[in-house]
């Protein structure tokens, strides 16, 4: 297995939350061992860490936090560390929201090179499953299967003849990742964006951070980055959104037509299925 990483200096960025409208600040810092990934904002001592506990909204995105204090859309970020295996960060922002940046996790990519990760002298934990475990609701849902791999595998249908039927399996590493994962963008439906703008969604949305869907197909001048870019993006928020768990899962994931709550409620599933995993550092 590895031993825990961090970044090895402080780095900056900004940007406009996809959900908020509002353009935010956002510092990355290296953290001790066993620290985790852990946010607060400038203003506030107030720590929320990324974590089952600490989920707060799966609507449209996945928030962290409590009553007082949350941080909006950070799955893109989390998928990035992930895949970085950067295990103990501290991330500091002046906004509710992560940056949606240009909608994918490339930039987060940019920003992890410019920081560099260190190696810290402690093992990782990983969650190895041993036993399958499904969670399903209205014909949507996520499996959890033995694999010595970190594997995802995702399914989605849309009537949309556009996008339809796409399936991708992919063992997830840095590399793999940064190839195939980090450049698909968060998409969405023109017809949608009124609705949204009225309960107070994609309030920052456009095409430069986002795929944007007509009733025939793609608006976006620059087309699709892949022909599968949506069932990508789908795998993206996946990783993000499991690694709330806080451990590295160890196994094979498959998923059909789930989201951001679907995905958490699985996890919390999981985690009570106590005979589906171990926990190993070896």
């Given amino acids: 297995m ?6 090895t200096k402080t780095v900056v960025f900004e940007g406009i939350g996809l959900h908020s409208g509002i353009y935010c600040h956002v510092r990355l810092h290296p953290a001790p061992i066993n620290h985790g990934i852990v946010f607060k904002r400038f203003d506030n001592d107030t720590l929320i860490k990324a974590n089952l506990e600490s989920i707060f909204d799966t609507t449209y995105s996945t928030s ?13 970020l989390l998928a990035a560390l992930s895949a970085f295996n950067i295990d103990n960060i501290s991330i500091e922002t002046d906004s509710n929201e992560i940056p949606i940046l240009d909608g994918s996790a490339l930039g987060f990519v940019e920003i992890f090179r410019e920081a560099g ?3 810290q002298d402690c093992p990782v934990k990983y969650l190895r499953i041993i036993k399958p475990f499904s969670y399903n609701v209205n014909g949507c849902g996520v499996k959890a299967e033995p694999n ?5 595998t995702f399914r989605i ?6 996008i339809g039927e796409q399936e991708l399996s992919i063992d997830i590493d840095e590399e793999s990742f940064i190839k195939g994962i980090a450049p698909a963008r968060t998409f969405g439906f023109l017809k949608d964006v009124d609705y949204l703008k009225s309960i107070g969604r994609a309030l920052g949305g456009s095409t430069d951070n986002a795929v944007v869907f007509s009733d025939t197909g793609v608006i ?16 993206l928020d996946l990783i993000g ?12 994931i498959k998923a059909y037509k789930s989201g951001h709550s679907i ?3 699985f996890l919390r599933e999981l985690y009570k299925n106590t005979d589906k995993w171990e926990v190993i550092t070896d």
Avoid: M, Y
Wanted: net charge negative.
């Fill in 157 to 162: 249908d849309f009537k949309e003849d556009f």
């Fill in 2 to 7: 590895r031993n825990q990483k961090t970044i």
């Fill in 148 to 152: 010595e791999k970190r594997t995802f």
């Fill in 117 to 119: 990760i260190i190696e």
């Fill in 64 to 76: 962290i936090g409590n009553n007082d204090i949350s941080f909006q859309t950070i799955e893109h």
């Fill in 263 to 265: 995905n958490i409620q």
């Fill in 220 to 235: 976006n001048e620059t087309g699709l980055r892949f022909s599968d870019e949506c069932v990508r993006h789908k795998i």
């Fill in 241 to 252: 959104d499991l690694s709330i768990f806080a451990v590295p899962i160890l196994g094979h």
